[in-house]
């Protein structure tokens, strides 16, 4: 089974939608989570943080659920610049230090 | 703002030959990261650097992969006997703190023939 999993799209939406994606990981000792964005040939950056309780920023809210080791991510009034890859992350401490683990992402398109 | 570069952008090899990717991190930063990218597929963790010497590496980081701090604002991969499947994009990534944010680079496209 994958450490991350997540469906591989591509979702294509009207500008405006609201769209959401899933995340499954497999390691129960996963302690930090995050969403990371991916433009096509560019570098991953981090869109959001992840924690327990859900946050929110502006139009982007994450959610986790650790009892089922799910995560999502909403996107509300979708722009065309959200049209990118969105990778789930997730790691652990192991000494003290951090790697993380990406999942495979979910391309978005977002259409006019 | 502070950003993680990396030099070359693209590096075409031919393959047995030993290839070196360049990165700058922010200049704060301690943590260091290389990660990798096999086109279409997903990001891959090699390796951890902190306090001149390796933290964690991956299955991935065999022999044939080293890492180095050469001066207070280098950090280097290198590959010593390139394969045509360490063709990729590789990626290093640094953070201030060990939880930090892990701010990445653009990435070195390497190509072996």
């Known amino acids: 089974r994958k450490e991350v999993e997540q469906d591989p799209g591509p979702f294509n939406v009207p500008e405006g939608a609201t769209v959401a994606f899933n995340c499954t990981y497999s390691?129960?000792?996963?302690?930090?989570f995050f969403w990371y964005r991916q433009d096509c040939r560019k570098e991953p950056k981090l869109l959001m943080s992840?924690?327990?309780s859900g946050n929110e920023d502006g139009r982007f809210t994450a959610q986790l659920n650790r009892a089922s080791q799910y995560i999502s991510l909403l996107i509300r009034d979708s722009k065309l610049s959200d049209s990118a890859t969105y990778l789930c992350v997730v790691s652990r401490w192991t000494g003290g230090r951090r790697a993380l683990t990406f999942g495979s992402g979910t391309r978005l398109q977002v259409q006019p | 703002e502070p950003e993680v570069t990396q030099t070359p952008s693209h590096q075409v090899t031919q393959m047995g030959q030993e290839v070196i990717l360049r990165c700058v991190p922010i200049?704060?930063?301690?943590?260091f990261y290389w990660y990798r990218q096999i086109l279409g597929q997903k990001v891959e963790f090699l390796v951890s650097?902190?306090?001149?010497?390796?933290?964690?590496k991956s299955e991935i980081f065999d022999d044939q992969f080293s890492v180095e701090r050469p001066d207070g604002s280098n950090f280097t991969l290198k590959i010593r006997s390139t394969k045509l499947e360490d063709s990729a994009m590789y990626f290093c990534?640094?953070?201030?703190?060990?939880?930090?944010?892990?701010?990445f680079g653009p990435g070195t496209r390497l190509t072996v023939l």
């Open positions: 390691n129960s000792a996963s302690q930090s």
């Open positions: 200049s704060n930063h301690l943590y």
């Open positions: 992840v924690y327990s």
């Open positions: 650097f902190y306090n001149n010497e390796i933290s964690e």
């Open positions: 990534a640094s953070s201030e703190d060990q939880g930090g944010e892990q701010f």
